[in-house]
């Protein structure tokens, strides 16, 4: 099945959505894809040249762009590279020898990168100011970055078994982990965490855990996947992705009630990248989609992007 991608911008409520930078990948030949960037209106088109950033190494499914202060940063494994409109792009960030730069957020009033050795049991989280500051190890697993309260960083690792969530501050402050199947994505309200997982073959809860000091979460089961939130975005205030629509999550539960259905039907199943709150970013296909503000809480203008000849839609974020 395709992917359902939503990521959102790092700005407050804005009066329209902000541009957009895509990212496409194109085969060269010799097992080899270069990287092409570009940014784009918030209705798809093209706004000034497509840069390409070079060979397109080992990077993560997400998150391999983010953007704050209309500066762009982009990962290709081999290196992170910096882009403002108007400006030639260059290069950040080189990956230390034997490591792969596998994702970047922008969090907290920092830019931070996922890292991975070769044949490394663990997964390297950076904070990056003007050179790398390794903040922590997490698991081996599918590794998310999300903003928690208080200006810290959440990470979450997710494997098919169970998830662990670590958060960050000015030291390591937590660690949860929690033995269900997670859906990939985490999202935190003022007072919760709000982490969807698998129950069984067919079933879907919510795990909650505290967003402050505390260890004990709650789950809450959920009686079938047509009444479930199935995925969460980092927006402020944080919202469930549901078949039918996307709902606000508040005080630990779905408020259905309030649920808002899609503009159109979905045919994907939905994951997240990116985090922030204001203009959501949800895109229904390779290229294509709408907008969501989270804060207004109602659905902008749809988009869709044209890829160049021989290429491929492989990220796409809000770039204000």
Same mark, same amino acid.
């Given at each position: 099945?395709?992917?359902?991608?939503?990521?959102?911008?790092?700005?407050?409520?804005?009066?329209?959505?902000?541009?957009?930078?895509?990212?496409?990948?194109?085969?060269?030949?010799?097992?080899?894809?270069?990287?092409?960037?570009?940014?784009?209106?918030?209705?798809?088109?093209?706004?000034?040249?497509?840069?390409?950033?070079?060979?397109?190494?080992?990077?993560?499914?997400?998150?391999?762009?983010?953007?704050?202060?209309?500066?762009?940063?982009?990962?290709?494994?081999?290196?992170?590279?910096?882009?403002?409109?108007?400006?030639?792009?260059?290069?950040?960030?080189?990956?230390?020898?034997?490591?792969? *730069?596998?994702?970047?957020?922008?969090?907290?009033?920092?830019?931070?990168?996922?890292?991975?050795?070769?044949?490394?049991?663990?997964?390297?989280?950076?904070?990056?100011?003007?050179?790398?500051?390794?903040?922590?190890?997490?698991?081996?697993?599918?590794?998310?970055?999300?903003?928690?309260?208080?200006?810290?960083? /959440?990470?979450?690792?997710?494997?098919?078994?169970?998830?662990?969530?670590?958060?960050?501050?000015?030291?390591?402050?937590?660690?949860?982990?929690?033995?269900?199947?997670?859906?990939?994505?985490?999202?935190?309200?003022?007072?919760?965490?709000?982490?969807?997982?698998?129950?069984? *073959?067919?079933?879907?809860?919510?795990?909650?855990?505290?967003?402050?000091?505390?260890?004990?979460?709650?789950?809450?089961?959920?009686?079938?996947?047509?009444?479930?939130?199935?995925?969460?975005?980092?927006?402020?205030?944080?919202?469930?992705?549901?078949?039918?629509?996307?709902?606000?999550?508040?005080?630990?539960?779905?408020?259905?009630?309030?649920?808002?259905?899609?503009?159109?039907?979905?045919?994907?199943?939905?994951?997240?990248?990116?985090?922030?709150?204001?203009? /959501?970013?949800?895109?229904?296909?390779?290229?294509?989609?709408?907008?969501?503000? /989270?804060?207004?809480?109602?659905?902008?203008?749809?988009?869709?992007?044209?890829?160049?000849?021989?290429?491929?839609?492989?990220?796409?974020?809000?770039?204000?």
């Amino acid at each position: 099945m395709l992917f359902l991608t939503l990521v959102l911008a790092g700005c407050g409520p804005l009066s329209y959505p902000p541009h957009l930078a895509v990212a496409f990948a194109k085969n060269i030949g010799h097992n080899r894809e270069d990287l092409w960037v570009g940014q784009f209106s918030a209705q798809g088109h093209l706004r000034g040249p497509l840069w390409n950033l070079g060979a397109l190494g080992l990077v993560a499914q997400e998150e391999i762009m983010t953007a704050h202060g209309g500066t762009l940063w982009v990962t290709t494994g081999y290196a992170i590279w910096a882009m403002t409109p108007g400006r030639q792009p260059h290069v950040a960030v080189r990956a230390p020898k034997g490591m792969t *730069l596998l994702a970047v957020s922008y969090l907290g009033g920092h830019l931070w990168v996922v890292a991975e050795r070769l044949n490394a049991l663990h997964v390297r989280i950076y904070e990056w100011n003007h050179g790398l500051r390794l903040r922590t190890r997490t698991p081996l697993a599918i590794t998310t970055l999300v903003s928690a309260p208080g200006g810290t960083v /959440a990470v979450l690792s997710a494997d098919p078994n169970h998830a662990t969530i670590t958060r960050i501050g000015a030291h390591v402050l937590q660690h949860w982990t929690v033995d269900s199947p997670p859906q990939g994505t985490l999202a935190f309200g003022q007072a919760r965490g709000y982490l969807p997982v698998t129950s069984g *073959l067919r079933g879907f809860d919510m795990v909650t855990i505290p967003a402050n000091r505390g260890r004990i979460f709650k789950r809450y089961p959920y009686p079938s996947v047509w009444r479930a939130v199935i995925a969460v975005m980092p927006t402020n205030p944080p919202y469930g992705l549901t078949v039918k629509g996307i709902v606000p999550l508040r005080a630990g539960q779905a408020q259905w009630k309030n649920q808002k259905p899609w503009p159109h039907p979905l045919q994907a199943t939905m994951t997240t990248d990116g985090t922030g709150p204001g203009w /959501a970013l949800i895109v229904d296909g390779p290229s294509q989609g709408f907008w969501f503000n /989270a804060q207004k809480d109602q659905f902008g203008p749809a988009f869709v992007v044209q890829a160049p000849a021989g290429a491929f839609a492989r990220a796409v974020t809000p770039w204000p």
